[in-house]
């Protein structure tokens, strides 16, 4: 499918286009119910029914209360506020009685979401423990076992990576935390639309979302917090989202949001085999015209989402062959997103084993609804002349 410039789009991770019945779903919202959702009036209180009604049906694929729903800006808020706001709680509970701040467990592998609020109670004097992967990604259950302490206060565990597609065994995993009574927060953004997010099945306390990954509008996510979690909420404002978060709520985004998560959810089962069949189509092209690749991560037909295809063209630089698709009219990333940029290799595959320069030489492709046949083999003959183009400057370089 083709997006602005861009002829084939291969990077369905980063964000996916805003669905066309979302935006008529959030249309009337930005123009005749405008209204302030806080105001007694009517147009405000019709705004008002609007996040109830979105509440609700976000409840319902979620499997929980809707006041254990709480609309915020994104992912990146949700898990900031999920990790700082449960240690500042178990801070406070604990002062006096402990003498220094709780400890809080992660995964090796997490988003920078995670990893950097993480990283900044670090430096507050919280003690954080990085639990370790094996070569697909996967969390040990006896590494979680180990590390709980007496004084463990939050386990935080992405529920499908960004990178490499590993998909935690969340349940079993939050099985043990709740075995020591403590809460399991799960960064379930990449997991919406292509795994269950039951939050009874799952087992977890908090979970977060983001709404521009399964083809809802960008700027808007949400807090699962389970009843009785101890939490202490962070945004003080005019006392909105039932004190918990203050600032009037983002009425049409966070309509978008409800609708792109019940149409996600709905379709879940015939999303994942159209991107199976679509990333495997790709996987079998570039393995067949273009030496020395290896997959990243998970095997393709056990614990990986199946839109997710990372792997590693030895003897390139991924930064450089993503400007070479780019300039042949395919979007792909060299890593997250988030860090595209960034100097540093990944740290997601240099946790699962991987040398700098094969962390450095890999490319992410995740395919999405748009995508056709006929999309995935043109893309795949643009990959293998790129890499090609590229290793023979490289060789003539060097």
């Given at each position: 499918m083709t997006y602005g410039a861009q002829s084939i789009y291969l990077d369905h991770a980063a964000t996916t286009p805003v669905d066309p019945v979302v935006v008529e779903a959030m249309i009337p919202f930005f123009t005749g119910t405008f209204g302030n959702p806080s105001s007694i009036y009517q147009v405000g209180q019709d705004g008002?029914?609007?996040?109830?009604?979105?509440?609700?049906?976000?409840?319902?694929?979620?499997?929980?209360?809707?006041?254990?729903?709480?609309?915020?800006?994104?992912?990146?808020e949700s898990n900031n506020l999920a990790i700082k706001g449960v240690a500042a709680a178990a801070r406070d509970r604990h002062k006096g009685a402990v003498g220094k701040p709780p400890h809080i467990i992660i995964t090796g592998i997490e988003?920078?979401?995670?990893?950097?609020?993480?990283?900044?109670?670090?430096?507050?004097?919280?003690?954080?423990?990085?639990?370790?992967?094996?070569?697909?990604?996967?969390?040990?259950?006896n590494d979680l076992d180990d590390a709980i302490r007496p004084d463990t206060c939050l386990v935080s565990v992405i529920y499908a990576n960004n990178e490499i597609g590993t998909i935690q065994p969340v349940a079993a995993l939050a099985k043990i935390a709740r075995n020591y009574g403590v809460p399991v927060h799960i960064d379930a953004v990449q997991a919406a639309g292509s795994l269950s997010i039951d939050v009874d099945a799952l087992g977890v306390d908090l979970l977060s979302l983001s709404a521009h990954k399964f083809y809802g509008p960008k700027g808007v996510g949400m807090l699962?917090?389970?009843?009785?979690?101890?939490?202490?909420?962070?945004?003080?404002?005019?006392?909105?989202?039932?004190?918990?978060?203050?600032?009037?709520?983002?009425?049409?985004?966070?309509?978008?949001?409800?609708?792109?998560?019940?149409?996600?959810?709905?379709?879940?089962?015939?999303?994942?085999?159209?991107?199976?069949?679509?990333?495997?189509?790709?996987?079998?092209?570039?393995?067949?015209?273009?030496?020395?690749?290896?997959?990243?991560?998970?095997?393709?037909?056990?614990?990986?989402?199946?839109?997710?295809?990372?792997?590693?063209?030895?003897g390139v630089q991924g930064e450089t062959v993503l400007l070479g698709l780019d300039m042949a009219g395919v979007a792909a990333s060299a890593g997250s997103a988030c860090t595209t940029g960034n100097s540093e290799p990944s740290h997601v595959l240099r946790a699962i084993g991987h040398s700098e320069d094969e962390a450095r030489a890999s490319m992410r492709f995740t395919v999405g609804r748009g995508n056709s046949h006929d999309e995935i083999d043109e893309a795949a003959r643009i990959i293998a002349e790129v890499i090609a183009r590229t290793r023979t400057l490289a060789d003539s370089i060097s």
């Open positions: 008002r029914a609007a996040l109830d009604r979105a509440r609700a049906m976000i409840a319902r694929v979620l499997r929980c209360r809707s006041t254990e729903i709480l609309f915020t800006s994104g992912a990146t988003h920078h979401a995670v990893l950097h609020p993480a990283l900044a109670l670090e430096k507050l004097g919280y003690a954080v423990t990085r639990l370790p992967v094996d070569s697909e990604g996967i969390v040990s259950g699962y917090v389970r009843k009785g979690t101890p939490i202490r909420y962070l945004q003080d404002g005019g006392g909105q989202e039932s004190g918990r978060r203050g600032g009037t709520e983002n009425v049409p985004l966070i309509v978008g949001m409800a609708e792109a998560l019940v149409r996600a959810d709905r379709d879940r089962e015939i999303y994942n085999a159209h991107c199976r069949d679509l990333r495997d189509r790709l996987w079998h092209a570039i393995r067949n015209d273009v030496p020395d690749v290896v997959p990243n991560g998970p095997d393709m037909a056990d614990a990986r989402l199946a839109n997710n295809l990372n792997v590693s063209f030895r």
